[in-house]
């Protein structure tokens, strides 16, 4: 079945970095653009970045910008995110989630998600 | 920037009742890209409307939603005891790409 699982999430000291993987499967992987949300404890959904289907176009949320990198290997089907100077406002659980095509065109939304890995940034 | 501001933040009702959430942008948003998420507890978000008004696949029809511009409402027409839950809009454009509200939580009353 169509389905995201993420991996790599820990507990990391303040500047410290992390490398978050999402393993997809049940679809093409390479058709679709792909994003990282994140959630804080107790908290709303912050968008933090997207790719394109073929990795060359890329987006970033002002608050992670020239912090976090991701990117995409379409032959493993996975997405990353390199996480570096963390600090403890990027304790969150760390979503990969698809967006949906619908006659090849993308809905800019988001209807796939994995279950989430846990983020924590502390001394 | 555009900031989506959603109301109220929690709203009781009961089953069988009808449910009206509403989603206000700072600018003008694209109905293409306004959607409507539901979120329960320990769970990921679940993509409820797309479009500003079309029904992701798997989704009853007692969901719907409408609006454009800067003014989106997400109508449950009857309550059922599974839909009380914590519901985000989110919208797609220019910087940042992708914005959410800060969510309307929906409580049995």
């Known amino acids: 079945q169509v389905q995201l699982v993420e991996s790599g999430g820990g507990l990391v000291k303040p500047g410290g970095s992390l490398r978050l993987s999402c393993a997809a499967s049940g679809f093409t992987f390479s058709d679709y653009y792909m994003s990282w949300i994140r959630q804080a404890p107790g908290k709303g959904l912050e968008w933090v970045s997207y790719?394109?289907?073929?990795?060359?176009?890329?987006y970033y949320a002002d608050s992670v910008k020239g912090r976090f990198t991701i990117s995409r290997d379409n032959a493993k089907n996975s997405l990353y995110l390199q996480m570096n100077s963390l600090r403890a406002e990027d304790t969150a659980v760390y979503y990969c989630a698809r967006d949906p095509l619908l006659g090849g065109a993308r809905l800019a939304s988001f209807d796939i998600w994995g279950q989430g890995t846990m983020v924590t940034v502390s001394s | 920037e555009i900031v989506l501001t959603q109301s109220p933040g929690t709203l009781s009702l009961s089953p069988g009742e009808r449910a009206t959430l509403s989603c206000r942008a700072s600018q003008s948003v694209s109905s293409s890209y306004l959607a409507w998420y539901q979120q329960k507890p320990g769970q990921a978000p679940r993509l409820l409307i797309y479009g500003a008004s079309s029904r992701a696949t798997g989704i009853p029809d007692r969901f719907s939603g409408s609006g454009s511009g800067t003014d989106f409402t997400l109508t449950i027409s009857r309550l059922e005891p599974e839909d009380f839950a914590v519901y985000y809009c989110?919208?797609?454009?220019?910087?940042?790409?992708?914005?959410f509200g800060q969510g309307t939580k929906l409580e049995i009353k």
């Open positions: 989110q919208q797609y454009g220019s910087s940042p790409r992708v914005t």
């Open positions: 790719i394109s289907s073929s990795g060359s176009t890329i």
